[in-house]
């Protein structure tokens, strides 16, 4: 039971243009959604995150949208940067509890 | 500082044989999870520690499944008979605390490879 989608396993973008990835939720109990980033062999490692009090959160390039009546949100990197290449996977939990529940992740390559 | 490590990187044993993977969390962290990642998915949830106790296990997809954490610090993850559908990404992460709202750090993870 798959609970949090993201749709496009893979998206090309060129150096200093805006990557959007997508992602969808099926449980409305979740409340704080996440984006983490992972680099062959690596962990992934966090990037930014958005509670579901607001509908944005901007850390740098970097710009999370929560729409709670859609449940989807989106992750904007805006320019794009060559080291952005990586796969970015979506997250979400209910509060007070603990477990993260991620999506399939998006393969984000970035061209010069 | 230093982050959360994972040993081995890799492992490869033959079906119905038993393996231990072991994470070391990140210093003075109380809470420690173990997510396990199958090819083109991302990770699932398999247990959390809050000290040395299991608060969690329901992740654990059967009984060949077992891990422990007895000093509240290093976690061994155990399974037995394993099987070819085991395959897969074993992650841990750790965080200062539990809570939803508290960020988890990620080992690189032990890549398991049962023929």
């Known amino acids: 039971d798959q609970q949090v989608k993201q749709n496009s396993p893979s998206l090309s973008v060129q150096e200093g243009r805006i990557s959007i990835l997508n992602c969808d939720y099926t449980?409305?109990?979740?409340?704080?959604f996440l984006w983490y980033k992972k680099y062959p062999a690596e962990g992934p490692t966090f990037l930014i995150s958005?509670?579901?009090?607001?509908d944005k959160n901007e850390d740098g390039r970097f710009t999370v949208f929560l729409n709670k009546s859609a449940k989807h949100l989106s992750l904007h990197i805006v320019p794009s940067q060559p080291g952005d290449s990586a796969v970015y996977f979506c997250?979400?939990?209910?509060?007070?509890?603990?477990?993260?529940?991620f999506g399939a992740g998006t393969t984000v390559t970035v061209r010069a | 500082g230093a982050g959360v490590s994972q040993t081995p990187s890799n492992k490869v044993t033959e079906k119905g044989k038993y393996v231990e993977l072991r994470c070391d969390p990140i210093?003075?962290?109380?809470?420690l999870y173990w997510y396990r990642q199958s090819l083109g998915q991302g990770p699932e949830f398999l247990i959390y520690?809050?000290?040395?106790?299991?608060?969690?296990d329901s992740g654990l997809p059967n009984d060949r499944f077992f891990a422990v954490r007895p000093e509240g610090s290093v976690s061994t993850l155990k399974i037995q008979r394993t099987e070819r559908g085991d395959s897969a990404v074993y992650l841990c992460?750790?965080?200062?605390?539990?809570?939803?709202?508290?960020?988890?750090?990620f080992g690189p993870g032990t890549r398991l490879t049962v023929l």
């Open positions: 449980n409305s109990m979740f409340d704080y």
């Open positions: 210093s003075g962290h109380t809470a």
């Open positions: 958005i509670s579901s009090i607001k």
């Open positions: 520690f809050q000290g040395t106790g299991a608060a969690d």
């Open positions: 997250a979400a939990s209910v509060e007070n509890d603990y477990k993260l529940s």
């Open positions: 992460a750790s965080s200062p605390s539990s809570g939803s709202y508290n960020e988890q750090f």
